[in-house]
C-alpha cells in the first residue's frame, strides 16, 4: 500500500514542507533563500529523488509568497502603537460547566465596575478568567474550588495597543507572537481582542518579553500602569 508522500508530488511535497517552517516561508518571500540549498535539504528530509521538480517548485512558490508578504503593513501598525505593562496578574482555569459563569455574574459586575484587569475565555476544556491578583480570593470563593483546575498568579500582562487599522492586517498577531517565542518566552496566555492584543508571561520573563516587543513598537515609552 502506498504511503502519504507517495501520493503526493515533489511540487506538493516542497509546498508542504515550507508551510511547515514559518522561517523558511519568511526567507523565502523576502528572496533571502538559496534555492538550490533548500531544494537539496527537502530531498533529503523528504527522500524526494527529482531535484529539478523541488527547484523548479520552490521558485514558483516564492513567486506566489512574494506577492503576500505583510510585514511592511504589519510594522506600520506596530509603529503606531503602544505598549501598556501590568503586574500582580492572575489565571485561573476552571471546568467548562455553566454553573461556573453563572456564579462568576457578580464578580464580573463588581471587577468592571473598578476598571480593574478581566478577561474570559471558554473553550471545550476550560474557562479562563485572566484578572488581577487582589480579585484571586473573591473569583476562587465565586468558582468554587471544587471547579477549579488550576491557579497561577504574580505574573504579567503585556498590552499592544494597536490602531484599528490591524483589524485589517493578515498576520500582526501572529508576527508578535513569532517574536517573543523565538526568544524563548513562554506565553500563558495570549488573547487578540479589537485593538488590544493582550500576552500573559510569567513575572521572570516579563521585562524581557516587554524589551523585545518595545524593539518593534519605535516610541519605546516605558511601562505604564506597571504596579
Given at each position: ?9 515533489a ?63 504589519i510594522?506600520r ?24 459563569l ?13 476598571k ?20 484571586l ?59 488590544d ?15 523585545i ?15
Amino acid at each position: 500500500m502506498e504511503g502519504p508522500k507517495e501520493k503526493l508530488s515533489a511540487a506538493e511535497l516542497t509546498r508542504k514542507y515550507i508551510d511547515r517552517h514559518p522561517s523558511i516561508r519568511d526567507c523565502i518571500s523576502k528572496d533571502l533563500i538559496n534555492y538550490s540549498s533548500l531544494s537539496r535539504m527537502i530531498m533529503k528530509e523528504l527522500d524526494v529523488k527529482n531535484e529539478e521538480a523541488v527547484l523548479a517548485a520552490s521558485r514558483r512558490y516564492a513567486m506566489k509568497l512574494s506577492k503576500t508578504d505583510f510585514e511592511g503593513d504589519i510594522l506600520r501598525v506596530f509603529e503606531a502603537s503602544r505598549l501598556e505593562l501590568k503586574t500582580k496578574i492572575c489565571i485561573v482555569i476552571a471546568k467548562n460547566e455553566w454553573i461556573v459563569l453563572r456564579n462568576l455574574e457578580d464578580v464580573v459586575k463588581k471587577i468592571l465596575a473598578e476598571k480593574s484587569t478581566m478577561q474570559i475565555l471558554q473553550s471545550t476544556n476550560g474557562i479562563t478568567v485572566i484578572s488581577e491578583d487582589k480579585h484571586l480570593p473573591t473569583i476562587i470563593r465565586a468558582i468554587g474550588q471544587e471547579h477549579i483546575i488550576s491557579v497561577k498568579e504574580n505574573l504579567g500582562e503585556i498590552t499592544v495597543k494597536s490602531p484599528p487599522s490591524i483589524e485589517d492586517t493578515p498576520g500582526a498577531f501572529a508576527y508578535v507572537m513569532t517574536m517573543l517565542s523565538e526568544q524563548g518566552i513562554n506565553l500563558l496566555e495570549a488573547v487578540s481582542c479589537y485593538t488590544d492584543t493582550i500576552f500573559i508571561v510569567s513575572r521572570e520573563d516579563m521585562m524581557r518579553a516587554f524589551d523585545i516587543l518595545s524593539s518593534t513598537i519605535e516610541d519605546k515609552i516605558g511601562p505604564e500602569n506597571s504596579r
